[in-house]
């Protein structure tokens, strides 16, 4: 047409549309990132400690979905000085060398992370007020077994009650134990000595004493001790989360909420009968792909023949554990 030049089509301009951008796989490498480790998490802030001060950080958006728990270890980028007011951020998070996890009940498929990398998991009983819990006990050993972590049971209380009953049930499985009582005296510095350069975890229902331990430990930790209700027999919640403690001879403790269950979803059945090796030659016998909770199972037969009043309590907690997985039976 005269009076207008004609128009190529490179010189019409296009607005670019959302997600014309060419996408990459690539992430940043982060080459100033520093090492540090997770030792709170509180609302999406990671408290973690570079080796010489605590940093407060946050989740960067490229790591997704994946969670950060206390015990990890983590990259750091961002404003990392950890003075008030300053955020940094988690920009990777290391290969974990374990994971205790939890569900909520036996047949809840939601696995919870409580820790990650310990290598000990320090299960706290007290001997009386409130009494112990045998089969609680049972979960934490399958627990630990299964995520590889080595167990300590720590019977707190010896001054209200002996020690003899749980150590005759549990030494025979070859599992290390600790007694305290109040005054501590010298048993304190058994238990120091055990967890020297470890990381590890505490775990326990309420009102055991775990924090009295911990503040025994770690003075400066002013953990919030609870007591045990007259009424119910049940201690009160101390601990409202995980925590990471620097212990001063080298180490670290995970102090947990004290946990009035501990669901095993996660943990599939053969794990669990693995966790009970005293009864490993009686399941030996049974018949392959023997459920051990049928009528026709023949560890019953073995028990009364082989085993004593301490075997069969075992055999009844692993069959409680057992038939609560498949929900026939509450959970310990």
């Given at each position: 047409?005269?009076?207008?030049?004609?128009?190529?089509?490179?010189?019409?301009?296009?607005?670019?549309?959302?997600?014309?951008?060419?996408?990459?796989?690539?992430?940043?490498?982060?080459?100033?990132?520093?090492?540090?480790?997770?030792?709170?998490?509180?609302?999406?802030?990671?408290?973690?400690?570079?080796?010489?001060?605590?940093?407060?950080?946050?989740?960067?958006?490229?790591?997704?979905?994946?969670?950060?728990?206390?015990?990890?270890?983590?990259?750091?980028?961002?404003?990392?000085?950890?003075?008030?007011?300053?955020?940094?951020?988690?920009?990777?998070?290391?290969?974990?060398?374990?994971?205790?996890?939890?569900?909520?009940?036996?047949?809840?498929?939601?696995?919870?992370?409580?820790v990650a990398n310990a290598d000990q998991l320090v299960i706290v009983t007290a001997l009386a007020d409130p009494p112990?819990?045998?089969?609680?006990?049972?979960?934490?050993?399958?627990?630990?077994?299964?995520?590889?972590?080595?167990?300590?049971?720590?019977?707190?209380?010896?001054?209200?009650?002996?020690?003899?009953?749980?150590?005759?049930?549990?030494?025979?499985?070859?599992?290390?134990?600790?007694?305290?009582?109040?005054?501590?005296?010298?048993?304190?510095?058994k238990l120091r000595a055990l967890l020297a350069e470890r990381i590890s975890v505490l775990v326990g229902h309420s009102?055991?004493?775990?924090?009295?331990?911990?503040?025994?430990?770690?003075?400066?930790?002013?953990?919030?001790?609870?007591?045990?209700?007259?009424?119910?027999?049940?201690?009160?919640?101390?601990?409202?989360?995980?925590?990471?403690?620097?212990?001063?001879?080298?180490?670290?403790?995970?102090?947990?909420?004290?946990l009035r269950s501990f669901g095993l979803a996660h943990v599939a059945a053969d794990r669990v009968v693995s966790a009970?090796?005293?009864?490993?030659?009686?399941?030996?016998?049974?018949?392959?792909?023997?459920?051990?909770?049928?009528?026709?199972?023949?560890?019953?037969?073995?028990?009364?023949?082989?085993?004593?009043?301490?075997?069969?309590?075992?055999?009844?907690?692993?069959?409680?554990?057992?038939?609560?997985?498949?929900?026939?039976?509450?959970?310990?």
């Amino acid at each position: 047409m005269r009076g207008h030049s004609r128009l190529d089509e490179d010189d019409v301009r296009v607005r670019p549309g959302k997600g014309s951008r060419p996408r990459t796989r690539r992430r940043p490498a982060h080459e100033d990132a520093i090492d540090a480790f997770v030792t709170g998490v509180d609302r999406g802030r990671y408290r973690s400690w570079t080796g010489d001060h605590m940093v407060t950080a946050m989740k960067a958006r490229e790591l997704g979905r994946g969670g950060v728990v206390v015990g990890d270890r983590v990259r750091l980028t961002g404003d990392v000085s950890g003075q008030p007011g300053t955020l940094a951020r988690v920009v990777q998070v290391q290969p974990r060398t374990s994971v205790l996890r939890r569900s909520a009940d036996d047949d809840d498929p939601v696995e919870r992370i409580i820790v990650a990398n310990a290598d000990q998991l320090v299960i706290v009983t007290a001997l009386a007020d409130p009494p112990p819990r045998p089969r609680l006990i049972d979960r934490f050993l399958v627990a630990a077994y299964d995520a590889g972590i080595e167990p300590l049971l720590c019977l707190t209380k010896a001054d209200l009650a002996s020690p003899d009953e749980l150590i005759a049930a549990y030494e025979p499985l070859g599992i290390r134990f600790l007694v305290t009582g109040r005054p501590f005296g010298d048993a304190l510095d058994k238990l120091r000595a055990l967890l020297a350069e470890r990381i590890s975890v505490l775990v326990g229902h309420s009102g055991v004493g775990k924090s009295t331990l911990v503040n025994a430990l770690v003075p400066a930790a002013e953990r919030a001790v609870g007591s045990v209700s007259p009424v119910t027999g049940r201690g009160r919640h101390t601990s409202s989360s995980a925590v990471a403690l620097a212990l001063p001879s080298g180490g670290w403790i995970i102090d947990t909420p004290g946990l009035r269950s501990f669901g095993l979803a996660h943990v599939a059945a053969d794990r669990v009968v693995s966790a009970f090796p005293d009864l490993a030659d009686a399941i030996a016998e049974c018949e392959p792909g023997c459920s051990h909770i049928g009528t026709d199972c023949g560890l019953d037969e073995w028990v009364a023949s082989h085993g004593g009043d301490a075997t069969a309590a075992r055999l009844d907690s692993l069959r409680r554990l057992l038939r609560s997985r498949e929900g026939l039976d509450p959970g310990d």
